[in-house]
């Protein structure tokens, strides 16, 4: 929730009456979330299990403690826990009888037809370039039958597609499709009967529902007011925030929200509920309305939101949460609040148990749990201390929102943003107008083309304010800090949080607080000031900060050349890295695969430099891709030359040994298999070992295992940007002292995974990232293997 959303709604009427907080339904909706976020993981035997002792314990404490005053309160959380341990049994031994499921186990090919939850939506921090072929999305469907040894089966459970962004951009929610694809393990927690990568456009497409149509209509209207007043950002920006369409947002902006702790301004949440009824209400109220109009006004508003803004589960989460906080701001019950959101994160839970593993439905219950719990205690406490009272609210409800969910972050991103409370102060006030103003011109877009834009210009000041304030809050020296990510790391930073809330209390405390946070500024903030000088002298490997792809530079020992493996997804920015390296001659360029993160770059590496060759393997898939190499290959006046294992390549510094696949297996295989046949590179520079892995996955790595190679090295590139596609026993066999991840920041693939980061650190590896650290270079001294990223200062590798 949002200080916008709150001062909305306190404007409406709302007034915060002291007295504690309600927790009786807390236990039961922290033991249903619990329990779900359990059975999700472990499969419907323990969930049963635990399903007959709730019923065992309810019966005993029913029998034995009917006259406590505390029975009541253990018998309702028994229930619950039993209710809900009996869906998620019944709902994954659903999953594991499917009829899809030797299928999908086995990674066979199957055709299916499905209903789209929602319009597909490209992968965040994917930055493809070249023609919009490229491009890949995601979309979460309905499963309604498949194709099984030649014949149609009903069939029911989700699904997620992988799709081609061009090929199927025009679709929306409730689109009917056909689609022909290898069914493949969904990922552990997903309650998804399969993952789906497609290649092709999709077949028998029937018609959505007509309020489908409607709403799309409605979005397609807001997005042309806006283009036709804004400039880009300002216009993916109001989308983002009236309808949470994030796709027209440069990443560039993106990577500016997620550093300044804005991006939730972008996501359907409570807060966009919140504004769109508030503002409703202060209108009825405006006009006199009496309780039961406001409140129909305030419910068709909400039901409009939704309408327009899809109805995917991220959207029904947030109108659940949107209408707990109109009872909790508009009607002034903060007694009856946190009831309230305990009973919606059950009903939740128990209807659609996939959002216990979900990170916006765990940051959409923490925020309003603050926004409940702490804000008006805090706002109290500030307003008694002299704080005019809107400006009270305005410090209270980021502080409150950021503290809560401050753990839940720094657990995802391993990052703490260390500006957000400040950020959030300042776009709070604009952020409600905007809205309002981007609900307006939606609205009247179908009827009124120059009103819709008239409602754009109006909001285009305070669009222009939330983007510069995300621009110069992203680059303060030290805006994001570094924390442990995974459970551990959450917990952690949790428990500090904890401890901290309690100190405060004492003014002691507080300034101790104040002279540690002086002191750890003097200490931390000029390091970040001062960058070290780049290119780093000597270096050996640079892998260059590219955003959701792999480019990395080999020095060949001759001054001003390099060889490069595999180029990023856009031309400028790996063009920009190899400026920076003063990298003017290039004797081999080598592709890994045909995948557009690896490959869109090229042009930018070929213009300008003397490039001798351009290698790649045996898979020369897909066929759009290998046109473009060939096409930019052939300006350039380069040659095009063929890598498999076995092959061996010297320069003064510089030896590669490709490792990885065999020219006959690369030959024979088809698209779908492109990250599996990456070649595979072993660089050995005069004192370090490489192994570059491109995107290899689990089929790749078996078959290296089994071919007793020595793969050690001391410089790991983690294979498929982390990927948790990775065998441990292949880490643990390369033995790696470093690790390097090309990732994009913020990217929706989940990359890194948790647990191969965590398997690494385990084995005794350092992991650097290159969505943290940037550019990093590696080399060697009298010290040993040592690393130094753009904007950090050189430290020896331990």
């Known amino acids: 929730m949002s200080a916008a959303a709150f001062g909305t709604a306190n404007r409406a009427g709302t007034r915060h009456p002291r007295g504690a907080a309600d927790l009786r339904l807390a236990p039961g909706a922290a033991a249903v979330w619990a329990v779900t976020l359990a059975g999700v993981f472990s499969g419907w035997v323990p969930a049963a299990i635990v399903t007959v002792v709730a019923c065992g314990a309810l019966l005993l404490v029913w029998c034995t403690a009917r006259s406590a005053r505390w029975a ?26 499917h009829p899809l499921r030797s299928v999908v186990e086995q990674g066979d090919r199957a055709t299916v037809r499905v209903v789209l939850h929602a319009a597909p939506s490209p992968l965040q921090g994917a930055s493809y370039g070249g023609t919009r072929a490229e491009a890949r999305a995601v979309v979460r469907a309905e499963l309604r039958a498949a194709r099984i040894e030649d014949r149609w089966v009903r069939a029911g459970g989700d699904v997620l597609l992988l799709v081609p962004t061009h090929q199927w951009r025009n679709l929306i929610a409730g689109h009917r499709v056909t689609v022909e694809a290898a069914l493949i393990p969904p990922r552990g927690g997903d309650l998804l009967v399969a993952v789906l990568p497609v290649y092709a456009p999709p077949k028998a497409v029937s018609a959505p529902p007509e309020w489908q149509r409607t709403a799309e209509s ?62 409703v209400l202060l209108l009825l109220r405006l006009v006199r309305a009496g309780p039961v109009v406001s409140a129909l006004g305030a419910g068709a508003g909400m039901l409009g939101f939704v309408v327009l803004a899809g109805t995917e589960p991220s959207v029904l989460r947030a109108a659940a949460m949107g209408t707990i906080t109109l009872l909790a701001l508009v009607l002034g019950r903060n007694r009856s609040a ?55 609210e305005a410090l209270a409800v980021p502080t409150a929102a950021h503290v809560a969910t401050a753990p839940l972050v720094a657990a995802l991103s391993g990052e703490i943003s260390m500006v957000a409370i400040l950020a959030n102060l300042l776009v709070g006030p604009v952020v409600a107008p905007a809205t309002v103003f981007g609900v307006a011109a939606t ?22 304010w939330v983007l510069a304030v995300a621009d110069h809050a992203s680059a303060v020296p030290g805006a994001t800090v570094e924390w442990p990510s995974g459970v551990s790391g959450g917990l952690a930073l949790a428990g500090l949080a904890a401890v901290l809330l309690i100190g405060l209390r004492s003014t002691r405390v507080r300034w101790s607080l104040a002279v540690l946070l002086l002191m750890l500024g003097v200490v ?57 390296l003063g990298v003017e001659r290039i004797p081999l360029v080598v592709l890994t695969h045909l995948h557009a993160d690896h490959i869109g770059g090229l042009s930018g590496v070929l213009d300008g430099r ?34 498999s294992a076995g092959h061996r390549l010297r320069w003064p510094a510089l030896q590669l040994e490709v490792l990885a696949p065999a020219e006959a297996l690369a030959r024979t295989a088809s698209e779908e ?17 490489i192994l570059l892995t491109g995107d290899i996955e689990l089929r790749s790595q078996s078959r290296l295992l089994a071919s007793d190679r020595d793969l050690r090295a001391d410089v790991l590139k983690v294979p498929h940007h982390g990927s948790r596609y990775t065998i441990p026993r292949f880490l643990r066999a390369v033995q790696p002292r470093l690790a390097l991840i090309s990732v994009g920041h913020g990217n929706d693939y989940g990359h890194p995974s948790p647990l191969i980061v965590g398997t690494l650190k385990r084995g005794g590896t350092r992991v650097l990232r290159t969505d943290r650290q940037g550019d990093i270079a590696v080399l060697t001294g009298p010290d040993g293997l040592r690393t130094v990223s753009r904007g950090d200062p050189l430290r020896p590798e331990p």
Not at 524 to 532: D, E, K, M, Q
Not at 673 to 689: I, K
């Open 443 to 464: 609205v009247i877009a179908p009827l009124w083309d120059r009103g819709a834009e008239l409602c754009v210009w109006l909001a285009a000041p305070e669009l222009k």
């Open 610 to 643: 003397a490039v001798g060759a351009v290698a790649l393997g045996g898979l020369r898939e897909p066929a759009w891709a290998m046109e473009k190499v060939r096409r930019e290959v052939r300006a350039a006046g380069a040659s095009l030359v063929p890598l």
């Open 338 to 392: 946190l009831p309230a959101l305990s009973a919606g994160v059950i009903v939740l839970l128990l209807f659609s148990p996939g959002l216990a593993t979900s990170a916006g439905f765990a940051l959409s219950v923490a925020a309003t749990a603050a926004l409940i719990v702490l804000a008006p205690g805090w706002s109290a406490a500030l307003h008694a201390r002299g704080v005019p009272v809107g400006m009270a």
């Open 673 to 689: 298999r492109a990250n599996d046949l990456s070649l595979v590179l072993r660089a050995t520079t005069r004192t370090t070992r």
């Open 218 to 279: 409605l979005r397609r209207g807001l997005r042309q007011a806006a283009a036709a007043v804004l400039g880009p950002a300002a216009t993916g920006l109001l989308s983002g925030l009236v309808v949470g369409d994030t796709s027209g947002l440069p990443q560039e902006v993106v990577h500016e929200f997620d550093t300044a702790g804005l991006s939730h301004l972008t996501a359907v949440s409570g807060a966009n509920l919140a504004i769109v009824c508030g503002a």
């Open 72 to 97: 009541s309160g253990v018998l309702v959380v028994l229930l619950l826990i039993g209710v809900s341990a009996f869906g998620i049994a019944l709902r994954t031994h659903q999953l594991e009888q």
């Open 524 to 580: 931390l903030v000029p390091p970040r000031i001062i960058s070290p000088a780049w290119p780093a002298p000597g270096w050996d490997l640079v892998a260059c900060d590219v955003g959701q792809g792999d480019s990395l530079v080999l020095a060949t020992g001759v001054p001003g050349e390099a060889v490069v493996v595999d180029t990023g997804p856009v031309p400028g920015v790996t063009d920009a890295c190899l400026r920076r």
